[in-house]
């Protein structure tokens, strides 16, 4: 049975009741879940179950499969999720952040994106640059910044597949990663400065992401550059 995936339409959502549909070990997949499974470089969300933690969260096919530590509910058996909301609040800055830092290399270098990783409050991202402009990181940091002190909405929409692959604007990465079997994609826009393909979860507004510090630059090879960066409050 496919597991209703409630974060796409919700990030802000904190828990669940749900209906354990799969059990294997020590894992269990349920009807419907507000868990974050690991993917498209965000890490997954950690919680509890019932009376059990929830300690990694992985999709697998149509299934979003919940590792437990404690008590495992059999199938059939109903039971109450709860986010661990710091993890998850402080993850969703962070993604949104990377976005922010996308769409201004995107709107004054037009470079595209080679790689990128995050943790909470911490993130990289790699461009398709072959040198590093002068004061590079510096005015990075302070374009990013300025974004954010716009407090510019976060936008989550639908877009058939065709239509989403029809504006290269949307696939900011530099090979598209979007599967064949993919008919409609999950658009997040940043008002006025971004918009891309994802399916990981954000803030409402960039207000919310704090302030970005551009920790480190570093070339990771010819034609790609690294820029590490730490999300504040």
Request: proline share 3%; charged share 30%.
């Amino acid at each position: 049975m496919a597991t209703e995936l409630l974060y796409l339409a919700d990030a802000y959502l904190r828990d669940v009741e749900a209906t354990v549909t799969g059990v294997d070990g020590d894992r269990v997949t349920l009807d419907r879940t507000v868990f974050y499974p690991t993917g498209g470089g965000q890490p997954h969300d950690t919680g509890t179950l019932g009376d059990a933690r929830v300690v990694d969260v992985t999709k697998e096919g149509d299934e979003v499969w919940h590792t437990l530590e404690g008590p495992v509910p059999g199938v059939g058996a109903r039971v109450a999720g709860h986010l661990d909301w710091e993890r998850r609040h402080a993850l969703m800055r962070t993604h949104t952040a990377l976005h922010l830092l996308s769409g201004v290399i995107w709107h004054e270098w037009g470079k595209a994106v080679t790689g990128g990783n995050m943790e909470p409050l911490r993130a990289r991202m790699d461009f398709e640059l072959d040198v590093l402009p002068e004061r590079f990181g510096e005015t990075v940091e302070a374009r990013v910044n300025e974004e954010i002190a716009a407090a510019r909405p976060v936008e989550v929409r639908l877009l058939s597949r065709d239509a989403a692959l029809e504006d290269q604007d949307l696939i900011r990465t530099k090979v598209n990663l979007v599967p064949a079997s993919v008919t409609a994609l999950r658009v997040v826009e940043i008002v006025g400065l971004d918009t891309q393909a994802d399916g990981g979860t954000h803030v409402r507004t960039t207000a919310e992401v704090g302030r970005v510090r551009v920790v480190k630059t570093e070339s990771k090879g010819k034609a790609n550059k690294r820029i590490r960066i730490e999300v504040l409050d």
